[in-house]
Each structure stands twice: as C-alpha cells, then as structure tokens.
C-alpha cells in the first residue's frame, strides 16, 4: 500500500486549517502552517510536499509572496508544484494578478470537499502526467536533438493532456502555431537543410521565452506550436505580439548575409473556441496562422472575429526597425506614421523656418492611408 500524498496548508487562522485538513485528511497526509514563512521554509525541508493550499492574507509572509517564492525557485519541483489559492473577497484584479504570479486554481473559503477534492486531485494527476512526460521527453529522441525540440506527434499528445485537464478544471489552455512567411522562397534561396537550421535558430530563442509548463515542437516546415495550459488568452495574445516582433527586428548571418524574416501566428484556445479535441484545438491555430499568411504575413490571427490585420507600429517602434535594417516593413505604415508627425513637422516647419510645402507633404501622408 503505498504513502498518501502529502499537502500543505497554510492558513494564520487555526480554524480554517483544521476545517481544511478535516476535508483532506482521509485521503491525504495533510502538514498545516500558520505563516507564509513558516510554509516557505517547510516546502525547502520536506520534498514529499506534493501541493500547496494557502491563504492569502497572512503575517510574515503573505501567501502571494509564498508563491513568488515558490515560482522563482531554483527547484523545479517547486516551480511546477499545484499551488492552489483559497480565496475570500478579493477582487478580479487580485485574482488575476494571483494567476499571473502562477497560482494553479482558487478555492472559495469554507468550501467544503466537494469543492477541494476534484480540483486537488486534477491538479496532482496533471502534475503526475507532466512528470511522465519529462521523463519520457528525456528518453525519447526528438526531430532535432541539437534543438530539443518536441516532434508533432509528442505535441499532440501533450495537448491531449492539457486539453484533459482544462476540461475537468474548467481552466484555460492556448495554443500558438507560428510560421515563417514566404518559407518556401527562404528554402530556395538558401536550400532546405540551411533554411530549416535558420529557422531552429530562431525556435532556439523561442525556447527561451516559454515557461516550465509550456510545450514547444515542430508543427510543420518552418513552423512551430506553442501548448501552454493555464494562460488566459489575453495575455497569451500579448505574448505573441513580442513574440512576432522579437523575429520582425532579428537578423541572423547567413553565410556573411543577414536572413530577415517575419511570422504570422495562429492563437486557439478554450474555453472560448468550441473544439472537441486537443487535436482540433492544434489544427485551428494551424489554420489561423495560414490566414494571417494569406492576408499578407507578419500578423496575428486570434479568431475574434476581425480580418487578419497587420499591426500598426508606433513611431518608436518604426525607428528600432530602421535601425535593425528592416525598412520594408514599416513602408506599409508610412503613410499613418507620417500624418502621426505633423504636428511636429508643423512646428519645426514655423520655429526653424524651414519652408517645407506643408500642404503637399500631408495630402501625401493622406493619399497613402488612403
């Protein structure tokens, strides 16, 4: 008969604790500390500790500085260990701001097991499986082994985990597919094995961009799938935006010539998109990222509703891309930029006596938005 799984609570309330561990200890080894503290130096000793349940509102240390200490551990089993918040009258800003600092999911205070269990148990058998699948991921011998990176198969089955769990939990799960525009004419320029190397590269940089708990693999030539379980779609969404911009200002040298290249990104994610399968999920950010290629590349495509629209730069934006050499894409924006100036050139115009035929130079501005 093998040990239960050990729990912590944390809680300054002696009542909440043991009204806690009354509803897990019949299926769990439950250990209870009454400061953020206390637990953070518990969670150091004691590697049996499987998942947290912590208050927020605590002395000492305050559960969301616990979970600051948690995420930012040189530990990984920490880093990836389920941290569940119980909460009270917090706001959906604290919330929020609790998911961001890497909470695994909220309980209500008072909640009784029916509550606790089911959440509790998900987020152990999704710890459990990601375990597994790192221990699998280092036997298996991926597409790459100087990349690392996963293959599209491997992918698939870890969404199929993430797509389970997000279903039970009523949690969030994104998926990003990237590819690289016009890849077609990057291979024939420079051959298949050179291009595709180029393209690892810049999913080496990548790699360095995603969490412990995301997953990045190949989903196609020059192309490649972010999973991430857990991220609202808001902030997944941002994090495509630095991500296509981190490619649209690189340069990687080619032999002695710099490659440019650009992306467009499919986002799909649930609950909001009604899938019935991980593998559906996958295909529809697949087919997003094709229509942001279609519409002319370098964009975003979310599934909101909108047309694949290229983002509007601002002026500094504009500025790092010249300097990066890569004038070509904020021609298409020069026209918006241009009118963004006039009032400076105005002034410049009146205050340096500079003589500039002002009137020319903003229908010209306004031809091009046009």
């Known amino acids: 008969m093998t040990d239960p799984v050990r729990i912590l609570v944390v809680d300054d309330s002696r009542l909440v604790r043991m009204a806690l561990a009354r509803n897990l200890k019949a299926t769990f ?3 209870e500390e009454g400061d953020g503290e206390a ?9 049996s500790i499987r998942a947290v349940i912590s208050d927020l509102q605590m002395p000492k240390l305050d559960g969301a500085g616990l979970l600051q200490r948690v995420r930012a551990s040189k530990q990984r089993r920490l880093q990836e260990m389920p941290f569940i918040v119980v909460s009270g009258e917090e706001t959906e800003e604290e919330r929020e ?3 961001i600092l890497g909470a695994s999911d909220f309980v209500t205070k008072g909640a009784g097991s029916a509550e606790i269990l089911p959440r509790l148990n998900n987020l152990l058998a999704l710890s459990a499986a990601r375990e597994n699948l790192e221990a699998e991921r280092e036997s298996k011998v991926h597409d790459d082994p100087a990349s690392g990176l996963l293959s599209r198969k491997y992918l698939e089955h870890q969404s199929s985990q993430a797509m389970s769990h997000a279903v ?3 949690g969030d ?7 690289f525009d016009a ?12 291009a595709e190397r180029v393209a690892l590269r810049f999913a080496k940089m990548l790699a360095g961009k995603v969490r412990t708990e995301d997953s990045l693999g190949h989903f196609g030539p020059g192309q490649f799938a972010i999973v991430a379980p857990g991220t609202s779609l808001s902030l997944f969404t941002n994090f495509a935006e630095r991500v296509r911009e981190a490619v649209e200002v690189a340069h990687v040298p080619v032999q002695g010539q710099p490659v440019h290249l650009t992306v467009s990104i499919g986002v799909a994610s649930v609950p909001r998109d009604r899938t019935d399968s991980a593998l559906a999920l996958l295909e529809l950010a697949g087919q997003r990222m094709r229509e942001g290629m279609r519409a002319g590349g370098n ?3 979310a599934g909101d509703g909108e047309p694949a629209k290229l983002r509007q730069i601002r002026l500094q934006r504009a500025l790092e891309l010249i300097a990066a050499q890569r004038s070509e894409v904020v021609r298409p924006h020069l026209g918006r930029l241009g009118v963004e ?15 500039l035929p002002m009137a020319e130079i903003e229908r010209r501005f306004r031809d091009r938005t046009s």
């Open 29 to 31: 080894d439950v250990r």
């Open 97 to 99: 701001r609790m998911r």
């Open 299 to 301: 964009r975003i495509v």
């Open 183 to 194: 890849f077609d004419r990057v291979r024939e320029r420079l051959g298949p094995d050179l």
């Open 39 to 47: 637990a953070w130096q518990q969670l150091l000793l004691d590697h």
């Open 168 to 170: 039970r939990a009523g």
């Open 341 to 355: 100036l006039l009032p400076l050139l105005n002034l410049m115009n009146r205050d340096l006596g500079l003589n």
């Open 173 to 179: 799960l994104c998926i990003m597919v990237l590819g």
